[in-house]
């Protein structure tokens, strides 16, 4: 995954992967749906998402460990995203994902 050069990668990663599902949540919180739809921001979020479950074991909480809500906003950007690109990344995420569980 390659981010844009203004995200600090080291603080991302960390972060991500001890946050587990509470990272969707908070996207899920924070961006609108229709922020979705930009391929930019639908980028960042497969990114953090990704971060999130790169390595299960790293998860603090044992809540965030099942990803019920990183699920749900990757099939939204597997199903609505215009970017065929987002589509095929966020399909591929959601089988990591599941694997992962």
Do not use: W
Not at 78 to 85: E, I, L
């Amino acid at each position: 995954m390659q981010l844009p050069t203004r995200i600090g990668v080291s603080f991302l990663e960390h972060q991500g992967r001890i946050l587990g599902d509470a990272v969707a949540g908070a996207i899920a919180r924070r961006l609108r749906m229709a922020d979705l739809l930009d391929s930019e921001n639908a980028s960042r979020v497969l990114d953090l998402a990704g971060y999130a479950f790169e390595e299960p074991s790293f998860i603090q909480a044992a809540e965030d460990k099942k990803p019920g809500v990183t699920l749900l906003l990757l099939d939204h950007l597997a199903n609505y995203s215009p970017d065929s690109s987002v589509r095929q990344r966020a399909s591929d995420m959601i089988t990591e994902v599941t694997k992962a569980k």
